[in-house]
């Protein structure tokens, strides 16, 4: 219970602005940390904090303005998913296979058929998930 003694404090890294660890604990001794904080309960997987002002800041990460324009191919090589509105640089992950991205746009193919979950990761923003299935023969367009 946080009171005059105590706090919840946000342990994050000075080059990132990654938030590293939650602590709860009496201000004295959170006030001896290695590593800066900010007051709160924020949590590292929706929050970071933001340097660019004279306060370190808690913000919320943003989301993603990714598109993607097939949910469905076909596994033969040739067809073609694109991921389009990509942070620059980010990472993506299709199935096991990761491709880093510097400039805000991939095409995928394959020709093994199943179902692949997309996962696009560029900090501070959060996680961008999707999935993409591969069929054998051709796909039926409407």
Request: overall charge negative; some cysteine.
């Amino acid at each position: 219970m946080e009171d005059a003694n105590h706090m919840t404090a946000a342990l994050y890294d000075q080059d990132t602005s990654r938030i590293l660890a939650l602590r709860f604990g009496s201000r004295q001794s959170i006030s001896l940390e290695s590593l800066p904080y900010v007051a709160g309960d924020w949590n590292p997987d929706t929050h970071y904090i933001d340097l660019s002002g004279d306060e370190p800041t808690p913000r919320e990460c943003p989301a993603m303005p990714v598109s993607q324009d097939k949910a469905e191919i076909t596994a033969d090589g040739e067809d073609f998913m694109s991921l389009a509105g990509l942070p620059e640089p980010c990472r993506v992950r299709i199935g096991s296979a990761e491709y880093d991205v510097p400039d805000g746009a991939l095409e995928w193919s394959t020709v093994m058929p199943a179902a692949y979950k997309i996962e696009v990761e560029a900090f501070p923003y959060l996680t961008w998930e999707g999935e993409v299935r591969a069929v054998e023969g051709d796909v039926q367009t409407e």
